[in-house]
C-alpha cells in the first residue's frame, strides 16, 4: 500500500521558519518526481514546488520562489520542505505528492 | 502560467444520472513528449485528493469505469455515466505540461 507521511506544521509567527516532511512508502521513491501541493482554509489546490526523481530539475511557485526550497533524500525515501519568511498567506494544508498519490496533508498556520 | 477554467461550479444530480464537467486551459497541454499531462483527482469532504485519471483518458485501476476523461488540446471533459453516493465531492483538473502546474477551480457535486 502506497503512503505518504506529511510532518512538521504547526503555528508559526510570520518571518520565522519551518521544516516539512514527507515519508514515502509502497512504492519506488527514487523513481519518481515529487510536489509540494497546498490548500488555503476553504479554498482550491495550488501548486507550490516539484522535485525530479534525482533532485536536478526543481521548479517552483512564484509564491514562494526565493523562501522555500524543496528537497530529498532517496536514501531516506523522504521529501521537504524548508519554508522561510513566511507570510500569514502561506497558511495552509499542505500536500505532497508523488506517483499520483497525496498525503493526508500537514497544517501550516502562519499568525502572530 | 496555463488558466485552468473548470464549469460548472457545482453540479446537484441525483443517484443514477449522468455528471459532465469541463475543463479548458489557456493553452495546448501537449508536451513536447507527445503526452498530454491533464489529471483528474476527486476531493470528497474531509479528505485528501484522490487520483481519478491521467493524460486525459487514462483510469487508474481502482478507479470505476462509470469514470471516463476525453479531450485534446485545450479543452477536456471528465464524465460520470451513473453518479453514485461515494462520487460526492469535488473534481479538479490539473496540468503537469508545464511549469508551473496549475489546477482549475474545482466543481462540486452535490446530491439533490
Known amino acids: 500500500e502506497v503512503q505518504l507521511v506529511e510532518s512538521g506544521g504547526g503555528l508559526v509567527q510570520p518571518g520565522r521558519s519551518l521544516k516539512l516532511s514527507c515519508v514515502a512508502s509502497?512504492?519506488?521513491?527514487?523513481?519518481?518526481?515529487m510536489n509540494w501541493i497546498r490548500q488555503a482554509p476553504g479554498k482550491g489546490l495550488e501548486w507550490v514546488a516539484y522535485i525530479s526523481s534525482g533532485s536536478s530539475y526543481i521548479y517552483y511557485a512564484e509564491t514562494v520562489k526565493g523562501r522555500f526550497t524543496i528537497s530529498r533524500d532517496n536514501a531516506k525515501n523522504t521529501l521537504y520542505l524548508q519554508m522561510t519568511s513566511l507570510r500569514s498567506e502561506d497558511t495552509a494544508l499542505y500536500y505532497c505528492e508523488g506517483d499520483s498519490y497525496w498525503g493526508q496533508g500537514v497544517m501550516v498556520t502562519v499568525s502572530s | 502560467d496555463v488558466v485552468m477554467t473548470q464549469t460548472p461550479v457545482s453540479l446537484s444530480l441525483a443517484i443514477g444520472q449522468p455528471a459532465s464537467i469541463s475543463c479548458k486551459s489557456s493553452q495546448s497541454l501537449l508536451g513536447t513528449s507527445g503526452k498530454t499531462f491533464l489529471n483528474w483527482i476527486l476531493q470528497r469532504p474531509g479528505q485528501s485528493p484522490k487520483r481519478l485519471i491521467y493524460q486525459v483518458s487514462k483510469l487508474y485501476s481502482e478507479v470505476p469505469d462509470r469514470f471516463s476523461g476525453s479531450g485534446s488540446e485545450t479543452e477536456f471533459t471528465l464524465k460520470i455515466s451513473r453518479v453514485e453516493a461515494e462520487d460526492l465531492g469535488v473534481y479538479y483538473c490539473w496540468q503537469g505540461t508545464h511549469f508551473p502546474h496549475t489546477f482549475g477551480a474545482g466543481t462540486k457535486l452535490e446530491l439533490k
Open positions: 509502497g512504492f519506488t521513491f527514487s523513481n519518481y518526481g
